[in-house]
């Protein structure tokens, strides 16, 4: 089969379509012919050795897709040949074939192509255990999104409005700032020509949570402008910068600041991700959610979709269509 191989770490414009075997699934595993892969701000970080998980060499980068069963390993239940799925992993899918675990897939949702199945479970996933598990977002809440043109960004913005907030979307571009708008967003702010805390403070005069994938200024100005008992979640440092907390600020705004790691709840409290899941469906089917795909290129232009992606010009989703 068509993969990237990852033989040694390295950038994004060492990637190569190689072929290798392709190999059948063991107990409890699915194999899946791969039709869609989306790239990941995290397949730069896995790939350059970055990452918090460092698989064995060699390994295949890829995080989710869209795809059908084409077989099942023995014990797996509920899974036949021709169901169409979404999966998600920490690496595996750059490629025309992957074997995962079962309970890494779920059906795809009524009316979704393989293209935006493929965007769906790592921004959502995110989205929605965040914003709704850990945050405990409520309905009538505001809720700002930093970095709210990107992939979770977005997702973010998506899931916030369908649980009753209003949205307030920042972000570097007009173009991004649009995408958030046709996504929801009630009230826009472009960081790199406003002042955010004064626009914030006269809008809504402050905000309920926060979902910052971003980090660095925009945790900053996230802190600024937090209400009384208010919830920032701390989701990634897309700028490059782990900010450190000034507990003084905490204390006097009663604020809780959330670390989250969507990925551990797949291993450490499975339920979670289901109950997720789940209602992600549910929001999909009802037009709630609707995964932001900007961009596609073959598997081969990998490194060029993650170069887009690193280099802040991607809004959305950038898929790869693999067959
Ligand atoms: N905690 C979790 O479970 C979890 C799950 C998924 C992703 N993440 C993390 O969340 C972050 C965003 O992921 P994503 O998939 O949404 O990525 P993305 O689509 O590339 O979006 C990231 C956004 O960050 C902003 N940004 C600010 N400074 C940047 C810089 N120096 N380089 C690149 N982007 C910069 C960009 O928006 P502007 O240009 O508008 O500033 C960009 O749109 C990543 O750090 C990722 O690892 C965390």
Request: contains cysteine.
């Amino acid at each position: 089969m068509r993969a990237i191989q990852i033989q040694r770490h390295c950038k994004p414009e060492d990637l190569v379509v190689s072929d290798i075997p392709a190999r059948r699934p063991g107990p409890g595993e699915v194999r899946i012919r791969v039709h869609a892969a989306a790239v990941n701000f995290a397949d730069s970080l896995i790939i350059s050795d970055q990452y918090q998980h460092k698989p064995q060499l060699p390994f295949i980068p890829g995080m989710e897709a869209g795809g059908e069963v084409i077989e099942t390993g023995p014990d797996v239940e509920g899974l036949r040949p021709g169901d169409r799925i979404v999966g998600y992993s920490r690496y595996g899918y750059f490629a025309e074939e992957a074997v995962m675990p079962a309970a890494h897939t779920f059906a795809m949702p009524r009316g979704m192509d393989f293209v935006k199945a493929a965007a769906f479970p790592i921004s959502y996933g995110t989205a929605h255990v965040g914003l709704q598990y850990r945050a405990g977002l409520k309905a009538g809440e505001v809720l700002l999104v930093t970095g709210a043109g990107g992939g979770v960004g977005i997702a973010a913005v998506e899931v916030g409005k369908a649980l009753g907030a209003t949205v307030i979307a920042t972000a570097s571009s007009t173009a991004k700032l649009d995408l958030a708008a046709k996504h929801g967003a009630d009230h826009l702010i472009n960081y790199a020509r406003e002042d955010v805390v004064a626009r914030i403070k006269s809008l809504t005069g402050g905000v309920d949570v926060v979902f910052d994938p971003v980090g660095g200024d925009a945790f900053r100005w996230a802190l600024k402008c937090i209400n009384f008992e208010g919830r920032i979640l701390v989701v990634g440092f897309a700028a490059g910068e782990r900010q450190l907390v000034p507990a003084n600020h905490v204390l006097v705004k009663n604020a809780t600041i959330i670390g989250f790691s969507w990925s551990f709840y797949r291993e450490k409290k499975p339920s979670v991700d289901q109950y997720a899941f789940a209602d992600l469906c549910r929001m999909y089917e009802a037009g709630q959610v609707n995964p932001p795909v900007t961009e596609t290129y073959p598997l081969e232009d990998a490194g060029k979709a993650l170069r887009r992606l690193l280099d802040r010009e991607a809004a959305g989703k950038i898929v790869l269509t693999v067959r």
